[in-house]
Structure formats: C-alpha cells, structure tokens
C-alpha cells in the first residue's frame, strides 16, 4: 500500500463515519502521492451550477486543498455524447453525476468500488433503496448523493372551488376527483381536468408514472436472472405474474378512455407541465424538482405538494426517484483527488451532501442525513424518498420507446393490454 499523508488519514478518519473506510483504503493503496493537496478535479454533470459551485466555495473556503475543484454543467439533451467523446479523446472530466437510469451504458467508463470493500448489506444500510441499481456485480458504479422523488402538486383554487379540502391520497380518490371536476366547452372538448394520464407525449413523466403503478401492485420491470443476467421482467414476478403490468396499464390508459366517467386527458392537450402551471389542470405528477420550475412558469399560481397516491387496499407505501450518483471516470489522471472529492459526498459529517440536497431542493440519498430534522416540503420529500425504489434501465431511449408503445397501442385499440405488455416485455429484451 502507498504511503497515506496526514490529509489522506484524515480523510479516511471522516469516511470512516460511514462505515465504509476501506473503500479509499483501497483507492489510495492504487495512487501515490506526496502533497496533501488535492488538486485539479473535475466534475461532469446535469444539476444545477450554481447549486454545485456554491457547495464547492464552501468546502474550498473551509479547506483550501479543495480550491481546484471545478463544476461543469452540461446540457442534459447532449451529456451522455458530450462525457463518451470526451472520455474517448481523454479530454473528459476526473468525477461525472449520472442518474441511475444511466448507469448501465457507462459501466464501463467508471472505476467500480470493489464489493469486497463495500459490501451489499452494508451499503443497503447506508442509501435509501432506489440507490440499489447503482450497486451489481462489479461493485459501486457510484456514490448515491441526491434523490429527487415524484410528488403530486396540486392547484389549491381548483380543488377549493370544488369543494376539497385536501389533495387526494389515492389512486381512487383520484378517480373520484376525474369526475366531478372536468371541464368541457360547448363541443365537447376538455378545457380543465382533474389529472394527466392515460397518454404518453403530453403526460410529462408519463414513464416513470407508469413504472410506480407497476411497483405499487408489486411487479417489476427489469430484473437478473440467476447468473446475473438483465431480463425483462413486466411478465414475471409481481402478485400476479403479467397481470400485474396489465393492471397497472389498464387503470394509467383509463384515463384517457372517453367511455369512462373518470376520463379526463387526450392527446389534443397540451403537456401535462404546461396545463398545470396555466392553471388548467387540478393535479400534476412530478419531480421534486420541479417545484421551483413551476413557480417560475407561473408565479400567481397558487399551488402546494403532496405525497404521491397510493393503493387504497396497499399494505405498503412505494413511490419511486430519480437517484443522482458521482462516479469516478476510468480515464482520471487524478485517481486520489477524484476519491477523496467522492468521499465528501458520502460523508454525513462534512455536510457537503447535504448542503448540495439543501442547495437543489431535493433530499439527499443518504440515510445519516435523511434522518435528521426536516421542516416544510422538505420533510415530504424526504418521506417519499425513502419509500422510493427504482429499476435498471438498460437503455433509456429504448425503454422509453417501449413505454410509449405499450400506452399508444391500448388508446388506440391496436393491441389488447396483455398484446401490449407482451410487445414491451419483448422490445426492453431487445434493447438489453
């Protein structure tokens, strides 16, 4: 093992508050180094800079081996091309933030941390459970750092108007709610509606809308096999077999059924996102995240959040999250800074994990800082994500367009809901 300096002990000592010392054991035990400096570190992702950088001049300001640590923010349309071309030329950042829903196409891009240093168990103890797909055979593809879990916002003036108190807390009531408080002009058209589903184009987030009702009835999407293997798994495993993809998908594409009493979207309609913050629309599924976006689209909206639906007869509350990891780039020059800034993310008592949740708004995947005092809408997030779970996604794009299918072939009549599911489970196959 490389000679540790006094800095890289005591960055040991802090990570060792997670439990998990071994884990820069064995990355400095790979590095040599003679400064206590950290040095030039780079740092790819698609969250917020400002939320980054104000982070990073706190821990530089307390620490000034930190001073060349350095964010760049990338566009999310580009970023996956943008890191794989510039890991390519060797041009590309030291750290890059990926959401677990990219963590497959650049396993390969990453340094894994052995399992022998972090194992499974241990690691269940110390992130929330939709941190888990960051975690296979090969070890820990990334440091789970922020959750950003779906919520229902709701516009209090629609619902007043019609007599609620209170968003709804079930998928039921909110069958009720399609109901009484749809709005249609002369020709029949809907003007305002309880709630955007049943469609894919116009329904933001429609994909992750329909992952959680899966997850709710107890099904799965992608799942491994007894050698490890990535399979399809919408027509396996659940309370009822296929069954359980098939309810999840009659009761989204319902919605969007004109024989139903409860019909309440289409595909004429604007987005759901744009609906709702023109005041159109009673109730919006979205991120965390996106709170402050709606603020800013329409800043008279009187609007509040509120915990995601959930079963009427469910025993168990699930929901799911977008889950934000910093892994450590392959192609780094600077193996021990890249470790030491990533042990600051883990660790809940440099407080830089939490400070990044705090500055985006969102909760952290952490545990340790998860179980300390939350007030307002933060501790509704930090409810939902630790009862978030999340899937493999092995090919975003394809299991988008597999998504989209399977919705568009039932509205339209072309397939049956078991037609459709089957064609999904066979297109999230081919793209595995």
């Known amino acids: 093992m490389a000679k540790l300096s006094i800095f890289q002990i005591a960055i040991l000592i802090t990570f060792g508050a997670l439990g998990v010392v071994g884990i820069l054991i064995f990355a400095f035990a790979n590095t040599s180094s003679s400064t206590t400096n950290i040095g030039p570190v780079t740092i790819w992702g698609d969250i917020n ?7 990073l001049k706190n821990i530089s300001d307390a620490n000034p081996d930190f001073d060349q640590v350095k964010y760049a923010e990338k566009d999310p349309v580009t970023y996956q091309s943008d890191l794989v071309n510039a890991l390519a030329s060797g041009t590309g950042p030291d750290l890059f933030i990926l959401r677990q829903n990219q963590l497959i196409q650049n396993a390969e891009r990453v340094i894994p941390i052995p399992s022998s240093s972090l194992p499974l168990e241990r690691f269940n103890t ?5 941190s888990s797909v960051f975690y296979d055979q090969r070890g820990v593809l990334g440091i789970p750092i922020v959750a950003d879990p779906l919520v229902l916002y709701w516009n209090k003036d629609m619902l007043n108007a019609d007599g609620y108190a209170k968003p709804p807390g079930t998928w039921t009531e909110v069958q009720e709610m399609g109901v009484k408080m749809q709005r249609r002009n ?6 305002k509606s309880a709630i955007a589903l049943g469609e894919y184009a116009n329904v933001t987030n429609a994909k992750e809308i329909l992952s959680v009702l899966i997850f709710q009835l107890g099904g799965q999407i992608v799942s491994r096999d007894g050698s490890g293997n990535l399979v399809a798994g919408l027509l396996s495993g659940g309370t009822g077999s296929s069954q359980t993809a098939e309810n999840a998908l009659r009761f989204y594409t319902e919605f969007a059924n004109p024989s139903k009493s409860y019909y309440s979207w289409n595909r004429a309609l604007p987005a759901s996102l ?7 629309l009673a109730l919006y599924i979205g991120f965390a995240s996106e709170g402050q976006l709606i603020a800013r689209m329409n ?6 959040v509120a915990s995601l639906p959930q079963i009427k007869t469910g025993t168990l509350a699930v929901n799911t999250a977008r889950v934000y990891g ?9 193996q021990t800074g890249a470790f030491a800034v990533a042990s600051q993310f883990a660790s809940p008592t440099s407080g830089m994990g939490q400070q990044l949740a705090t500055a985006l708004g969102i909760p952290s995947a952490l545990r340790d800082v998860l179980a300390l005092p939350a007030k307002g809408a933060g501790e509704l997030y930090r409810r939902e994500a630790l009862i978030s779970r999340s899937w493999i996604d092995p090919n975003p794009a394809k299991t988008s367009s597999a998504f989209r299918a399977m919705i568009e072939n039932v509205t339209s009549g072309a397939l049956s809901l078991s037609e459709a599911v089957s064609r999904a489970n066979q297109e999230i196959d081919a793209g595995i």
């Open 126 to 130: 110390l992130f929330i459970d939709a």
């Open 299 to 304: 800043p008279n909206l009187s609007f509040d």
């Open 274 to 280: 744009n609906a709702f913050a023109a005041g159109d």
């Open 49 to 55: 800079s400002q939320a980054m950088n104000s982070v």
């Open 186 to 191: 002369d020709a029949g058209g809907i003007v």
């Open 326 to 334: 910093i892994s450590i780039s392959r192609t780094t020059k600077n």
